[in-house]
């Protein structure tokens, strides 16, 4: 046992020194933790510094005039060729440009005749009620259909309509005169001389009238003409300022931001300008030019006016898209739909559709039909149906016209205004939707109004929609980790958005194919987005400078449909970024100089093939909701493969461009 006490002893003062040294090899271990811990974050704050400076760099490398940067390089090593070229499209510009104002002029003088012509259609109008037959000029047509005239023989015929005017009803009781005249009916006067009256007081009496009802024929025709005068115009002013047009509205600072203390502004705009807008985001301001800008006092009133001829153009048979675009709480509803004491687009447009058929009475008729839809997770819902749960389709219509149809989906035929309201499609909406709010806001809301007139003289028929659209929020829903649900709903409101920024840009440029069937919005509407129709897109934006990263990503996506030239020949593409943006169009885009090459991205329509070298930077990011600055997830489509997750994930260093 002493030895085996030893023995056991010496174990322990062994086992004693390993655990000694194990305690040393430990904090020996930690020592170089922690000091690769500190170089790793020193290492990583160097990577951010340099990754801002990079960021920094390429700004400003971006923000130099691209044209100029172009030029500069061209003449560098290009030939006099090069520098003949470049003079003659520099005096192609000056063409270009004189044309352009004098487009304006022009623009400006049709705005004035119109306005003339208004006010003469006006005058004519008041003429014409103290006329003594007609008090309304909805009556102008009426006048004629009161067919008043004498047929030897057979004695006075007179063919009251309807709407009998008030002074015709004063007339027609007169005695001897059109006493046995009523309502709608034909009713054959004696041409003997009338009790109490006699002859002389009948025959002055007609004579008289023959004269008024000349007077009417006159003041109609001229009516007439004024009409078509107008209707030209309307037509020439809309072609004028563009069929597709971007508009920006400025939400102001409401009560309950103010109240929430949110009372700091990133949005500015430059006075005397209404086109162009600046907002400031993490410390660099970018200003976007676009159609028109409204300020934050601008009223409802101030906003349709800008898009009434677009409107009343439906009448004609146009088909007219007008579309809110911007986050949620930027004041989309509030535009399309206002509030019941300032009605939005929606209620002005169609009172001004009453009020110009109204007008036109007599020579055109027409019907209105609505209906409306949501569309939510690429799923179209019929607001006005029995069902609003059931899903309907995008089919060719059977007719073998071509076009497309919605099989099940509910068309209401309406007579006014007053039943438009009773029309329950808010109410389907918000039944099925367990909040609505929330759900409002992520789906795209549609309402539909086809028009289809008839001319009484002539027989012509047109057919003419307006769609008035509340499209999904736009923000950066995944931005704060969305998953699930959510996740499927930002991915298909991005995916929609996107497919619509597309379609606009392809339609602005000319391009022969657009891609309508890339959503399900723009394959329901591509009957009324396509050529020779008129698209507004109203973008909506917070001054709020906590909304200051959305409202980037807004004017981006605006400015990015808006830059589109009109027509080939002016086509312009203005950086490399923006040619990212639309691939299609680079296909006709001028080739850079021989010899001056740079990775440029491919020309079809898959975005960005394998193979092809090159990492977008937030600004050349095709994605119109901007989906590379919003997060480290490929956006569904565009970027799917050259997002920042791929740049990340060993591509190369994020904002460079290789060469090819
Ligand atoms: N120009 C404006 N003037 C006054 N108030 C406004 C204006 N624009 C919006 N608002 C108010 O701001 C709030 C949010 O607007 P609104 O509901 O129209 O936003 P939205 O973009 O449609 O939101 P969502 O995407 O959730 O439907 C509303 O209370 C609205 O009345």
């Known amino acids: 046992p002493p030895q085996e006490n030893e023995g056991l002893r010496s174990r322990v003062q062994h086992l004693e020194t390993c655990l000694q040294q194990k305690l040393e ?41 691209p044209d100029v940067q172009y030029v500069t390089q061209t003449v560098e090593v290009e030939s006099p060729t090069t520098l003949r070229s470049l003079v003659e499209a520099e005096e192609r510009n000056r063409g270009l440009l004189e044309q352009l104002s004098s487009q304006g002029e022009r623009c400006q003088q049709l705005a004035e005749q119109l306005q003339g012509s208004e006010e003469v259609t006006a005058e004519l109008r008041h003429k014409v009620s103290r006329s003594g037959t007609i008090d309304r000029v909805g009556g102008i047509q009426t006048s004629l259909s009161l067919a008043l005239w004498v047929q030897p023989g057979f004695g006075l015929r007179v063919r009251v309509p309807e709407s009998l005017p008030p ?50 024929r006159d003041l109609l025709q001229k009516y007439q003409h004024e009409v078509l005068l107008r209707k030209k115009y309307h037509s020439q002013l809309v072609e004028l300022k563009g069929n597709i047009r971007v508009l920006c509205r400025l939400k102001p600072v409401t009560e309950v931001d103010q109240r929430e203390g949110e009372v700091s502004t990133a949005v500015s705009t430059e ?21 028109k800008v409204f300020l ?65 009475a007599g020579l055109w008729k027409y019907s209105v039909t609505l209906s409306m839809v949501e569309i939510y997770n690429e799923v179209i ?34 007579q006014g205004l007053r039943e438009i309201r009773k029309v329950p499609g808010d109410r389907n909406r918000a039944t099925y939707c367990t909040n609505m709010n929330e759900r409002s806001s992520r789906s795209h809301a549609l309402l539909t109004i086809t028009i289809t007139g008839t001319n009484c003289s002539t027989g012509t028929k047109t057919s003419g929609k307006l769609n008035l659209v509340d499209l999904a929020g736009s923000e950066r829903v995944w931005k ?100 990212i943006l639309m691939p299609m169009l680079l296909a006709t885009s001028t080739a850079p100089p021989a010899g001056k090459t740079r990775s440029r991205p491919p020309t079809s329509a898959a975005p960005f093939p394998a193979g092809v070298a090159g990492h977008w930077t937030p600004s050349q990011c095709s994605c119109p909701t901007a989906c590379w600055e919003r997060s480290f997830m490929p956006c569904p489509q565009v970027c799917i493969q050259w997002g920042r997750g791929a740049a990340r994930g060993g591509m190369g260093p994020p904002g460079s461009i290789s060469a090819t």
């Open 381 to 414: 819902r019929d607001l006005l149906g029995k069902e609003p749960q059931e899903k309907l389709d995008i089919k060719l219509n059977p007719d073998g016209s071509g076009q497309l149809h919605v099989p099940g989906l509910t068309s209401v035929e309406v």
């Open 271 to 291: 006075p005397g300008s209404d086109s162009s807008v600046t907002t400031r985001y993490k410390g660099k301001e970018r200003t976007f030019e676009l159609d």
């Open 296 to 360: 934050p006092e601008a009223t409802q009133e101030e906003v349709f006016l800008e898009i009434e001829p677009l409107v009343l153009s439906c009448l004609d048979g146009y088909n007219v898209c007008i579309f809110a675009y911007g986050q949620t709480g930027s004041g989309k509803t509030y535009t399309m739909e206002g509030v019941p004491e300032d009605p939005g687009i929606n209620q002005r447009a169609l009172q001004a559709l009453y009020q110009e058929m109204e007008a036109r």
């Open 25 to 65: 090899e430990l904090v020996r271990l930690e020592g170089q933790v922690s000091a690769l811990q500190w170089r790793k974050e020193q290492e990583v704050s160097r990577l951010d510094e340099r990754i801002q400076e990079l960021q920094r760099m390429l700004e400003t490398q971006q923000n130099r005039p």
């Open 167 to 216: 002074t015709l009803a004063v007339l027609g009781a007169q005695p001897g005169s059109l006493g046995a005249a009523r309502l709608g009916t034909e009713c054959p006067c004696p041409p003997v001389p009338a009790p109490n009256t006699g002859g002389a007081g009948h025959s002055a009496w007609l004579s008289g009238h023959g004269t008024a009802s000349e007077t009417s």
């Open 480 to 579: 704060s980790g969305a998953q699930g649900e959510r996740l499927k709903e930002a991915q298909s409101i991005n995916k929609s958005l996107l497919a619509l920024g597309e379609v606009i840009q392809a339609l602005r440029a000319r391009q022969g194919h657009v891609p309508f069937r890339n959503s399900k919005l723009t394959y329901l509407l591509q009957d009324s987005l396509g050529k020779g129709n008129k698209t507004v897109m109203m973008v909506q934006i917070s001054l709020l400078e906590k909304n200051a990263g959305e409202t980037m990503c807004s004017l981006k996506f605006a400015q990015r449909v808006c830059k589109v030239e009109l027509g080939p020949a002016s086509r312009r593409i203005d950086s490399w970024g923006q040619s």
